[in-house]
């Protein structure tokens, strides 16, 4: 039982026995305070643990060339981990302090996702990108690059979001800006935001459980 359609096929490809693949995504309980978009909001949001795999030393590389051309806006981290130094010399380095700011854990992080214009994950990898349903829960526009797996399960590229290619930092940065300079683009992705989320309703995975024990 594979998480993310890439992963099963992923699987397939390499048996003759693709009867024996199933998908079947986890539960997300999490509760979104859906808010009207705020379309005047010159923030974006990326949150995930502070460790190599997330990629946010690429955030910080991608930011630089975001705000040379647009200083006015800011992009808050949410998250702990053990990346946390590392990346605030970083910060330092690209001349970034009060930019790109490492706001730590907030355990009410739902409550705040209505103050922000996007949302952008650089993950070298992961196992669903549960941060990215989240975010489309609270009515953001999404961004990341398109690793394995997950993100290309709820991300259709120019509809809701953005799929960058591995690890892409001038597109990405390219597509930032685009959607900076761009605020009814924004707001249609906004309106799309949830557009691939009915798999990920909690009958239709139980249905599939139980389906799938069943046989």
Known sequence: VCITKRDAMLYMSH???KDKINQIYNMNAFN???KPYNRRSKKIISCGYLAPIKGFDMLVDVAKKVF???PDWQWDIYGEGNEKDRLEQLIEKRGLRGKVVLKGYNPNINEIYGQYSFFVMTSRMEGMGMVLIEAQKAGLPVVSFD???GPSDVIVNGENGYLISCFDIDNMANKICGLIEHEELRSVF???SEMCLAEFAKKVIIDKWCSLLDT
């Open 147 to 149: 690793c394995k797996c």
């Open 68 to 70: 040379d051309q647009h």
């Open 32 to 34: 979104a305070i859906r």
């Open 15 to 17: 048996t003759d026995k």
């Open 190 to 192: 906004s309106q799309n």
